[in-house]
């Protein structure tokens, strides 16, 4: 099959040249400028067509596909793809890839283009050469069927419903093989070079846990390992994941999908109550961020998607949902050990970077959870002030001096500026939920319904 000619630009693009103009009235042309840099860094560097049709997208300086981040990348372009083929094209590319490599591995976080070998440790357990890592995390799964959801009621296209289905009955065997980790779960990770947080411990099978209903696994969105094994955001996010595929199954009547999507996500979302949650001294009744089963909690947020803070982006979870709001309250303060305020910004960073950095991804998550413009206005206004001169968005920066940075080159920041610009401008790209309802209603795939501060 013929490699397609993908877009490598969307300046002109008549939804992104509005952005632009309404975020020039707030003054300053950066905001505009910076949108267009990040969506066409994004289609013209990290893209690859395939000779299958597919589309290989690297994450930035690592020359690998990761399952989440390229998920991630394409996000903003949702609020583009009406009217647009070519753009249309390139998701369900994407999308293709992604469900090649789930079938090909879905405990695998990150692929190579080729079978090369080549891999973040030549030792680890895994030598599968088109593997780049396989730390298996649960939200690998969840946001390549969150995208191939988002999508289709975006565009209302169909072609990657078969893919997406067969993906989706994987994830729910995973999803339920690793609710009994400990006596149903073969998969095991052993890293002997690195911190620690780069391998799991008790021979690779991770501290022990016990059943709870939520289903567990070995990293976090940071790809550093979980302290206990069940994520609560993770499981959230799955459970978000699993209602978008019950959906999707529903429009070919594969009533058995349905049901079997709709069964493990109201597990989760139950046993993520009943097991993920605690009583803090100052925010009340808030999620944890990690629980074993067993009696233990870690109380913290990660920068990274999914995270406690990016429940209404990622999780169908109501913004004005009081156990949301108190864990709000929770992440964005000094409880939350990486929560950070220095003397350039203030935000949540991330165990995986050095201590006193704070993660761009984590103040537009911010801005986009917000319903007040200001904040969101704020949160553009401190990327901007962060870049450190360089016209990106990187993995983190030091809260005291921008200059000392993480990545040159990480596409998922880029992606969530252009997200939170496109927000502000009334072009947002993920749904807020209603909470009037039991699961939550859409408020809309294209837009949020504000008109933000433009």
Same mark, same amino acid.
């Given at each position: 099959?013929?490699?397609?000619?993908?877009?490598?630009?969307?300046?002109?693009?008549?939804?992104?040249?509005?952005?632009?103009?309404?975020?020039?009235?707030?003054?300053?042309?950066?905001?505009?400028?910076?949108?267009?840099?990040?969506?066409?860094?994004?289609?013209?560097?990290?893209?690859?067509?395939?000779?299958?049709?597919?589309?290989?997208?690297?994450?930035?300086?690592?020359?690998?596909?990761?399952?989440?981040?390229?998920?991630?990348?394409?996000?903003?372009?949702?609020?583009?793809?009406?009217?647009?083929?070519?753009?249309?094209?390139?998701?369900?590319?994407?999308?293709?890839?992604?469900?090649?490599?789930?079938?090909?591995?879905?405990?695998?976080?990150?692929?190579?283009?080729?079978?090369?070998?080549?891999?973040?440790?030549?030792?680890?357990?895994?030598?599968?050469?088109?593997?780049?890592?396989?730390?298996?995390?649960?939200?690998?799964?969840?946001?390549?069927?969150?995208?191939?959801?988002?999508?289709?009621?975006?565009?209302?296209?169909?072609?990657?419903?078969?893919?997406?289905?067969?993906?989706?009955?994987?994830?729910?065997?995973?999803?339920?093989?690793?609710?009994?980790?400990?006596?149903?779960?073969?998969?095991?990770?052993?890293?002997?070079?690195?911190?620690?947080?780069?391998?799991?411990?008790?021979?690779?099978?991770?501290?022990?846990?016990?059943?709870?209903?939520?289903?567990?696994?070995?990293?976090?969105?940071?790809?550093?390992?979980?302290?206990?094994?069940?994520?609560?955001?993770?499981?959230?996010?799955? &459970? +978000?994941? /699993?209602?978008? %595929? @019950?959906?999707?199954?529903?429009? *070919?009547?594969?009533? $058995?999908?349905?049901?079997?999507? !709709?069964?493990? &996500? +109201?597990? /989760?979302?139950? %046993? @993520?109550?009943?097991?993920?949650? *605690?009583?803090?001294? $100052?925010?009340?009744?808030?999620? !944890?961020?990690?629980?074993?089963?067993?009696?233990? %909690?870690?109380?913290?947020?990660?920068?990274?998607?999914?995270?406690?803070?990016?429940?209404?982006?990622?999780?169908?979870?109501?913004?004005?949902?009081?156990?949301?709001?108190?864990?709000?309250?929770?992440?964005?303060?000094?409880?939350?050990?990486?929560?950070?305020?220095?003397?350039?910004?203030?935000?949540?960073?991330?165990?995986?970077?050095?201590?006193?950095?704070?993660?761009?991804?984590?103040?537009?998550?911010?801005?986009?959870?917000?319903?007040?413009?200001?904040?969101?206005?704020?949160?553009?206004?401190?990327?901007?002030?962060?870049?450190?001169?360089?016209?990106?968005?990187?993995?983190?920066?030091?809260?005291?001096?921008?200059?000392?940075?993480?990545?040159?080159?990480?596409?998922?920041?880029?992606?969530?500026?252009?997200?939170?610009?496109?927000?502000?401008?009334?072009?947002?790209?993920?749904?807020?939920?209603?909470?009037?309802?039991?699961?939550?209603?859409?408020?809309?795939?294209?837009?949020?319904?504000?008109?933000?501060?433009?």
């Amino acid at each position: 099959m013929r490699s397609p000619d993908f877009p490598t630009s969307v300046a002109d693009h008549p939804v992104v040249r509005r952005a632009v103009h309404r975020l020039d009235d707030l003054g300053d042309p950066r905001f505009g400028r910076m949108l267009v840099r990040c969506l066409d860094d994004t289609l013209a560097r990290t893209i690859r067509p395939m000779p299958d049709g597919s589309a290989f997208v690297v994450t930035g300086d690592i020359p690998a596909m990761w399952l989440r981040d390229s998920s991630t990348q394409m996000m903003p372009y949702l609020a583009l793809l009406r009217d647009d083929t070519a753009l249309q094209d390139l998701l369900l590319a994407v999308l293709r890839r992604q469900f090649q490599q789930i079938a090909h591995d879905p405990y695998a976080n990150a692929f190579n283009a080729e079978p090369s070998g080549r891999g973040h440790d030549r030792e680890d357990l895994c030598d599968d050469p088109w593997v780049w890592e396989e730390k298996y995390e649960v939200d690998s799964l969840a946001f390549p069927l969150l995208l191939a959801h988002r999508f289709w009621a975006a565009s209302g296209r169909t072609d990657h419903l078969p893919q997406t289905l067969r993906a989706a009955r994987t994830a729910i065997e995973v999803w339920r093989t690793e609710q009994d980790h400990e006596n149903h779960s073969a998969y095991r990770f052993v890293r002997h070079s690195g911190p620690p947080s780069d391998t799991l411990p008790n021979g690779g099978r991770g501290t022990p846990v016990g059943r709870t209903g939520m289903t567990w696994s070995g990293f976090r969105p940071s790809d550093d390992a979980c302290r206990y094994g069940y994520n609560i955001p993770a499981n959230l996010c799955a &459970a +978000a994941a /699993l209602d978008g %595929a @019950a959906e999707l199954a529903h429009q *070919v009547r594969d009533a $058995e999908l349905v049901a079997d999507a !709709a069964r493990l &996500a +109201a597990e /989760l979302r139950a %046993a @993520a109550v009943r097991h993920g949650t *605690v009583e803090h001294p $100052e925010f009340g009744t808030i999620y !944890a961020y990690e629980v074993d089963g067993r009696g233990n %909690a870690l109380l913290m947020d990660d920068a990274n998607m999914p995270g406690l803070l990016s429940l209404p982006l990622v999780a169908h979870i109501a913004p004005t949902d009081p156990l949301y709001l108190a864990t709000r309250r929770f992440t964005l303060s000094p409880a939350n050990p990486t929560w950070y305020r220095g003397d350039a910004a203030e935000g949540i960073g991330s165990p995986h970077t050095p201590d006193g950095h704070i993660w761009p991804i984590g103040i537009a998550v911010q801005g986009l959870t917000s319903d007040d413009p200001a904040e969101r206005v704020t949160a553009l206004r401190t990327l901007l002030a962060t870049d450190a001169g360089t016209g990106a968005m990187h993995e983190s920066f030091h809260k005291d001096d921008p200059h000392r940075f993480t990545r040159p080159w990480f596409s998922w920041a880029n992606a969530m500026y252009a997200e939170l610009a496109l927000d502000v401008a009334g072009f947002g790209t993920r749904p807020l939920w209603d909470s009037d309802t039991k699961e939550g209603a859409a408020r809309g795939v294209t837009s949020h319904g504000r008109s933000g501060s433009a």
